[in-house]
């Protein structure tokens, strides 16, 4: 799932995050229950901002630690 470019206030559905983070919804509301990943909740829905997403993937890939990738240092 590609995201146009300056779209990073886009809203995602739980769904959508998994799919362009290639991993599990569960894997999402994982990162949210534990504050790794923000979330908005405008009504009954749980969003993501684009933003928010791709900065976490950014910190993941770099190994800073923030994404919780599960290895050892």
Known sequence: ???PV???QQLLLIPEVA???RVSIGTV???I???KLASLRPGRRVMVRL???QRLLTDAERG??????????
């Open 51 to 53: 933003a928010a997403l």
């Open 6 to 8: 300056g779209s990073d």
């Open 33 to 35: 229950a534990t504050g």
């Open 29 to 31: 509301r994982h990162w």
């Open 1 to 3: 799932m590609q995201a």
């Open 64 to 73: 800073t630690g923030k994404a919780g990738s599960g290895g050892r240092p």
């Open 19 to 21: 799919a362009y983070a």
